[in-house]
């Protein structure tokens, strides 16, 4: 990953060491044409066939628009992707099908909720952001979403390793101290200091697991709450601080057999027009320890402590999401705790991790 003070140059430099020579296929959409051009024009002055795929901004990031791709010419041995999350997304599945490599080229410091999947399969071979655009974008908002979902997410793995006995103190720590300087006092209106922390976060971050922030960010897009993952990351962060907070502030509760997760599988299935077995299934093999219910007991005043922090910031980083979005943010209305995201929290267990918070809340019963 690689901040560029000189675009063309970076990325001629970035394809000669992958190539010297060669078919490379451009990605971009048509709000991004401009950036495209400029990403490949000194790589033109070179004996490369340079092909375009323009997507029209609009463009459902799927399987089948990622055919699109895919379906490009059989000579092709590289794919530029020029834009952002969009981009990054339809080559992430176009090469699972074609097992190319990919570069990315965006001006956004919005990095797909923090990293792009950096980590893991199918990432970019590298990641070059545009420095003379990164000023220029309204993404901050989105910025300041990811951020406070991944924080709720390092949050809710702390609780996780407690219950599972996992001793990996140290590296939680320091993603969470890095992302606690950017939060500071929950008023994120410097850019440099969100651009940097994102940044600096892409290449620190490594998730072992799917959390709860990333599911439900996924199914708010999927019941039309908002198609911006920005948005749908605050407002998972927002909605998990609550959810999660009131769960920890249960100071007396009986131990219970954990409740009969088919209700919740079936609206579930209902919610997001699913089959109930693909639900169940995820279920079925789950052994509920007794002993985490004790564990829970032991850690929950530190770890409220911890969550009413962030809750007493919330008020500032919703103030300072809007101030970055062009519409100030007035069409997100009440979705912040709107019965649509309820209902998904309380139906979310059967598909987050067996020891999230979500999950235990489900054998916990207040007296």
């Given at each position: 990953?690689?901040?560029?003070?000189?675009?063309?140059?970076?990325?001629?430099?970035?394809?000669?060491?992958?190539?010297?020579?060669?078919?490379?296929?451009?990605?971009?959409?048509?709000?991004?044409?401009?950036?495209?051009?400029?990403?490949?024009?000194?790589?033109?002055?070179?004996?490369?066939?340079?092909?375009?795929?323009?997507?029209?901004?609009?463009?459902?990031?799927?399987?089948?628009?990622?055919?699109?791709?895919?379906?490009?010419?059989?000579?092709?041995?590289?794919?530029?992707?020029?834009?952002?999350?969009?981009?990054?997304?339809?080559?992430?599945?176009?090469?699972?099908?074609?097992?190319?490599?990919?570069?990315?080229?965006?001006?956004?410091?919005?990095?797909?909720?923090?990293?792009?999947?950096?980590?893991?399969?199918?990432?970019?071979?590298?990641?070059?952001?545009?420095?003379?655009?990164?000023?220029?974008?309204?993404?901050?908002?989105?910025?300041?979403?990811?951020?406070?979902?991944?924080?709720?997410?390092?949050?809710?793995?702390?609780?996780?390793?407690?219950?599972?006995?996992?001793?990996?103190?140290?590296?939680?720590?320091?993603?969470?101290?890095?992302?606690?300087?950017?939060?500071?006092?929950?008023?994120?209106?410097?850019?440099?200091?969100?651009?940097?922390?994102?940044?600096?976060?892409?290449?620190?971050?490594?998730?072992?697991?799917?959390?709860?922030?990333?599911?439900?960010?996924?199914?708010?897009?999927?019941?039309?709450?908002?198609?911006?993952?920005?948005?749908?990351?605050?407002?998972?962060g927002i909605a998990l601080v609550k959810y999660f907070k009131a769960v920890m502030?249960?100071?007396?509760?009986?131990?219970?057999?954990?409740?009969d997760v088919s209700s919740r599988c079936r609206a579930l299935a209902k919610i997001?027009?699913?089959?109930?077995?693909?639900?169940?299934?995820?279920?079925?093999?789950?052994?509920?320890?007794?002993?985490?219910?004790?564990?829970?007991?032991?850690?929950?005043?530190?770890?409220?402590?911890?969550?009413?922090?962030?809750?007493?910031?919330?008020?500032?980083?919703?103030?300072?999401?809007?101030?970055?979005?062009?519409?100030?943010?007035?069409?997100?209305?009440?979705?912040?705790?709107?019965?649509?995201?309820?209902?998904?929290?309380?139906?979310?267990?059967?598909?987050?991790?067996?020891?999230?918070?979500?999950?235990?809340?489900?054998?916990?019963?207040?007296?």
């Amino acid at each position: 990953m690689q901040v560029s003070e000189n675009l063309s140059s970076d990325v001629a430099n970035t394809v000669a060491d992958i190539m010297p020579m060669g078919h490379i296929c451009v990605c971009y959409l048509s709000g991004d044409k401009q950036l495209a051009q400029k990403a490949i024009e000194e790589v033109s002055e070179f004996e490369y066939k340079i092909t375009c795929v323009e997507f029209p901004d609009e463009v459902m990031c799927n399987d089948e628009s990622a055919l699109d791709i895919v379906n490009g010419d059989d000579d092709v041995r590289l794919f530029l992707g020029v834009g952002g999350r969009e981009i990054a997304s339809l080559l992430c599945k176009a090469c699972k099908k074609r097992p190319l490599t990919y570069a990315l080229v965006t001006n956004s410091p919005f990095l797909y909720g923090v990293g792009y999947a950096l980590k893991g399969g199918q990432a970019p071979i590298k990641l070059l952001i545009d420095k003379c655009g990164k000023d220029g974008f309204g993404d901050y908002a989105k910025c300041v979403g990811a951020i406070l979902a991944h924080r709720v997410s390092l949050w809710e793995k702390k609780y996780i390793y407690y219950m599972t006995g996992i001793q990996q103190y140290a590296s939680l720590k320091s993603e969470q101290d890095l992302l606690d300087n950017v939060i500071g006092d929950g008023q994120m209106s410097d850019t440099a200091r969100l651009f940097d922390g994102m940044l600096a976060y892409a290449k620190l971050h490594d998730e072992p697991y799917k959390s709860s922030a990333e599911i439900l960010a996924e199914l708010i897009e999927h019941v039309n709450l908002t198609s911006d993952r920005g948005e749908s990351m605050l407002l998972t962060g927002i909605a998990l601080v609550k959810y999660f907070k009131a769960v920890m502030s249960i100071d007396e509760y009986s131990l219970i057999t954990p409740a009969d997760v088919s209700s919740r599988c079936r609206a579930l299935a209902k919610i997001l027009g699913a089959d109930v077995s693909d639900f169940i299934g995820m279920v079925k093999d789950r052994k509920f320890q007794g002993k985490w219910l004790y564990i829970h007991c032991e850690y929950r005043r530190d770890l409220l402590k911890e969550i009413e922090e962030l809750d007493a910031k919330l008020l500032n980083i919703i103030k300072s999401a809007k101030r970055f979005m062009p519409d100030v943010g007035y069409h997100l209305g009440d979705d912040y705790d709107c019965n649509s995201i309820i209902q998904l929290i309380y139906n979310l267990s059967p598909i987050v991790h067996e020891c999230s918070p979500i999950a235990m809340a489900d054998a916990l019963l207040g007296e």
